[in-house]
Structures are given as C-alpha cells and as structure tokens.
C-alpha cells in the first residue's frame, strides 16, 4: 500500500533511505534544514508542511536534542493518529521522552534507530531495531523493508534504541581488545597473520576480528588496508559509546569496560573525527605502547 511519508533529515542516512521508500512506491515529501532533496522526493517548505498530509512521519537527526526540537514543532501540525518513526541514534531516555510527547499529542510512535551505514542506507540493507507497540511495528514495517533486510521488533519504546547502544557497545569494546591483542602479538614477535589464523577460528573470533580487521592483510577490504578510511568513522563510535555511557551511569551499571571504551574513543575521536574508521584505534594503542613493531 502506498503510503504518504514526511521525511526529515535528508544527510548521509536520510537521503538515500527517503529515495529508497520513493523507489518502492511512496510518496515522500522530505524537508531539511541544510540538504536540498534530490529531484525524486517532493521538497516541503518546513518540516510543519511536511507532515501535514502525512501518514507516517520518519526522522533521521543527529541527536536527541533536535529530534525533540522537531517534535515540538511539528506534533502540532500532524493529523491526529499519525505514526512517527524515528531513525536517528540518540539517549534512550530522549527516545522515550519523544514517544511520550508523541502520545500526549495524539500520535502514536516508535523508535527506529539502524545499523549498516551509508553503505546501507544507500543499497537498502539496513537493520533495524525498533520500539514500540505491536501495531505501530507492524504498521512501519513495509517501509522498513523499503529501507532495509532486517527489522527487529525489541520491546516496547526505548527498546531500539536500547538494542542498538548495546550492540555497539559488544563492538567497541571487542574492537579495543582485538587492537591490544594485535599490539601484544607484535611485542611478543607474533605475525599479524598467525594470531588472525588461531583466534578467527578459535574462541577469539568476532566481528571486529574476522570482518574489520584492525590491521591490513589477514582481511582483504577492512578499512585497515585502505589506510584507515572509514568504514564506520570513529566518531560515530564515539558517540554511541557515549549514549551506551550515559545509560550504563544512568542505570548504575558495573559496565567498566564499556565506560573506558567510552572515554578512550572520545579521546581517539576527538583527534580524528570522522576521517578514521574506528579500527584505526589500534594505532594509538601501538604509539602509546612505545610501537614495539
Ligand atoms: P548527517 O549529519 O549527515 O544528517 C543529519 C541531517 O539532519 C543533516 O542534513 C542536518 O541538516 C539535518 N537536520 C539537523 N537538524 C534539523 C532540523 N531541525 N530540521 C531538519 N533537518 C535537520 O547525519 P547522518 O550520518 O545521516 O546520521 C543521522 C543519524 O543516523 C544520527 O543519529 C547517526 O548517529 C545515525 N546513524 C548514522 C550512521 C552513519 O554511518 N552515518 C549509521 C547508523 C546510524
């Protein structure tokens, strides 16, 4: 069923999912406060006259603080029962906070945050992880599918956002430990490739080892062999492990291994931004160890 979509927030993610849900035969009026919207979506005038037709209305900001923004603006605007899907990353407090908003205003919500990338957002292969009630899952899911391979109903809202932190945060706490792994084999004369053979097979393996390999050869095409270009930018990392640290304070979690991945991608981030893919950490882990190579 063709459905009528407000779209906001067309950058590097929202861009290409907005065409995607076009490509799939909706209609999408995209409104964003930087990007002008490609000749396939119809370009609204505000994000207030982007919903004001629509039946479903998706987001894909930066943070929580403009999704709450955007909400207050134009919650008012939306014919009543419309469904609000947000995609960004953001605090799982906020996510329920704009669920609330939504709900007090007659709307009703789900948090949809993804993983994949622009890679994804482009070739339509996102997953997503979602909050929310039943219906309002099952109502968002062709267009999920629109957008994505995968979409996963978590648990009611907050529960995406939730999903994805914590994922995020088995990432870049097992990206840390192979890179020290990696810089250990070096001091002890360990090549790069034996220690890949035995533990990519062994009880070692995991995603950042045998896909994102942090260093070049063992994987061909980890970002390791293109000097480092993202991939997933540091930044990003960074800014999860943020959202994952303020949850785990929040909730008085023992998480110290999630909270030092936190501080030491901020670190790393804060030098690189968004021009490193976040493997590239091994080389600050080999500068601070005296690089034994
Ligand atoms: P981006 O900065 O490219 O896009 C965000 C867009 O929001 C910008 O174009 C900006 O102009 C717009 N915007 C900001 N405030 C607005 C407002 N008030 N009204 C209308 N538009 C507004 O960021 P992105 O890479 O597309 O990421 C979007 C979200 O997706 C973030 O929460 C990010 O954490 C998440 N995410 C990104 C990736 C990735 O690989 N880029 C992967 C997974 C999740």
Redesign the pocket.
């Known amino acids: 069923m063709s459905r009528t979509v407000a779209f ?7 861009g290409p999912m907005a065409v995607n849900l076009v490509k799939a035969g909706h209609r999408v009026r995209g ?5 002008t919207p490609g000749p396939e979506l119809e370009q609204a005038a505000s ?1 207030v006259d982007a919903v004001a037709d629509a039946d479903l209305v998706l987001t ?4 929580g603080r ?1 999704v709450l ?2 909400y207050d603006d134009i919650l008012p605007a939306a014919r009543p029962g419309t469904l609000f899907v947000d ?4 605090d799982v407090a906020d996510a329920r906070t704009a669920h609330e908003r939504a709900v007090a205003a007659g709307m009703r919500a789900l948090d949809a ?6 890679v994804g957002a482009e070739a339509a292969t996102l997953t997503f992880m979602a909050g929310g009630g039943e219906t309002e899952f099952a109502e968002a899911l062709p267009l999920l599918e629109a957008m994505g391979k995968k979409a996963v109903h978590c648990g009611e809202a907050g529960a995406g956002q939730a999903a994805k932190i914590c994922n995020n945060m088995i990432l870049g706490v097992s990206m840390i430990a192979v890179s020290e792994a990696f810089v250990l084999g070096e001091s002890l004369g360990l090549s790069h490739q034996a220690l890949f053979d035995v533990a990519s097979t062994a009880s070692g393996q995991c995603w950042a080892l045998s896909v994102n390999c942090p260093v070049p050869g063992p994987v061909p095409g980890s970002p390791a062999g293109r000097d480092y270009r993202p991939g ?2 540091a930044a ?1 990392m960074a ?2 492990l943020g959202l994952a640290a303020n949850a785990v304070r929040a909730g008085g979690v023992d998480a110290e291994l999630g909270l030092r991945a936190a501080e030491l991608y901020a670190a790393y981030a804060e030098r690189v931004g968004a021009t490193e893919d976040f493997s590239g950490i091994v080389r600050t882990i080999r500068d601070r160890s005296g690089d034994p190579t």
Do not use: Q
């Open positions: 906001i927030g067309l950058g590097n993610m929202g409104y964003d406060l930087a990007v994000a894909m900001l930066p943070a403009h923004g955007v995609c960004s990353t953001i945050p993804v993983s994949g990338g622009v997933f930018a990003l800014k999860d």
